[in-house]
């Protein structure tokens, strides 16, 4: 039997990008189940993912990431799914990656497959200020818990039952990525990475523009450092060594 997969697509105002997404995805990945949060969504990307025959989550007002993602994981846990993969709804995560990262998910031994821009420099590579943030969080994470990501701030993500159902209880704020994968290897989950090659967003502007490209290792730093002084978190009792 195959694995019940859910694609998680978080999207916030994004009825331009969305319908290209999700059709994406049903042609290289029919057999996955789509669900879409959208979290507090002011245009048509409720209707839209409706329409392109999505289960959809609809928060009431906007959340940010976290909030949006761990609703994504308490559905995947409640509907018994085995994978969650986890796309923006900006279309910078192309399908056809995000079976790359499931794909290394099911033939390894790891709990949480990350998706990296950096392993093979191809595709698109954020703007160097960025991605000079991003290098600080990844020496960070090595320093505080032995984390060895070149990507950490990577939104696609493959997540075995272990690590969602984790996660569907305890996550962290802000922009959670970084502190997440500080938080699963703390709980003695086993990360890994793989090539992907991501794409420019579609339409819109990232939430990451100007000041907040400063702002944003900043915080996260001390989110990190907070992290690393908490007492580590467990798996949810009964879940196996990769619950899957």
């Excluded at 949006?68 to 192309?94: I, S």
């Excluded at 994470?141 to 696609?156: A, K, M, Y």
């Excluded at 305890?170 to 970084?178: A, F, I, L, T």
Aim: net charge neutral; proline share 7%.
């Amino acid at each position: 039997m195959s694995a019940h997969v859910v694609a998680l697509v978080l999207a916030y105002n994004e009825e331009g990008s969305l319908p290209g997404l999700l059709c994406e995805i049903a042609h290289a990945c029919p057999d996955w189940e789509v669900v879409v949060v959208s979290d507090g969504s002011i245009d048509r990307t409720t209707e839209r993912a409706r329409a392109a025959g999505a289960v959809v989550l609809q928060l009431p007002f906007n959340s940010g990431v976290a909030t949006a993602e761990q609703t994504g994981f308490l559905y995947a846990l409640q509907a018994g799914a085995d994978v969650v993969v986890r796309l923006d709804g900006d279309g910078q995560h192309p399908p056809a990656e995000a079976r790359v990262v499931v794909e290394a998910l099911e033939r390894t031994a790891a709990d949480v497959v990350i998706g990296s821009r950096f392993l093979d420099g191809e595709g698109y590579q954020s703007t160097p200020l960025r991605r000079g943030g991003i290098r600080w969080l990844s020496f960070l994470l090595r320093r505080l818990g032995g984390v060895h990501v070149t990507d950490p701030t990577s939104g696609l993500r493959a997540f075995g039952r272990s690590a969602f159902s984790l996660l569907a209880l305890v996550y962290p704020s802000g922009y959670p990525e970084p502190e997440s994968n500080l938080l699963l290897a703390r709980a003695r989950l086993r990360l890994s990475e793989v090539p992907v090659r991501m794409r420019p967003r579609d339409v819109g502007q990232s939430s990451l523009g100007g000041w907040s490209s400063l702002y944003y290792p900043l915080k996260v730093t001390f989110a990190l450092i907070v992290e690393a002084l908490r007492r580590p978190a467990a798996p949810p009792s009964g879940e196996g060594e990769r619950g899957r």
